[in-house]
């Protein structure tokens, strides 16, 4: 897990997007059937990670995965390329 002084949980999607879920406490089973109901409503994918720090620091922030939500159709890593892409 990334160790830093600001880490979140997010929901990453494939397309790179993320959101964050929380910062103090790790996301209960009831908060990810959340994410997966709101990932279901658009008809996304994607995965509970923990992000290492804030998306507005000055370093790219590293992500680790937690689980897949709703079958990823693509691997891990290319989401994360997706974010990198995005944030540039």
């Known amino acids: 897990m990334p160790t830093a002084r600001d880490p979140r949980w997010v929901l ?3 397309t790179g997007e993320y959101s964050t ?3 103090h406490r790790e996301p209960d089973e009831d908060d990810i ?3 997966e109901a709101a990932l279901a409503q ?3 994918a ?3 990670a923990v992000m290492s720090h804030s998306a507005h620091a000055r370093t790219a922030p590293e992500f680790v995965m937690v689980r897949p939500l709703r079958n990823p159709r693509i691997p891990f890593e290319e989401a994360v390329q997706a974010y990198r892409c995005r944030a540039t």
Do not use: C, I, P, T
Request: charge should be positive; proline fraction near 0%; charged fraction near 20%.
């Open 12 to 14: 990453l999607a494939e």
């Open 21 to 23: 879920l929380g910062r």
């Open 33 to 35: 059937a959340a994410a």
């Open 42 to 44: 658009v008809g996304r």
């Open 46 to 48: 994607g995965w509970l």
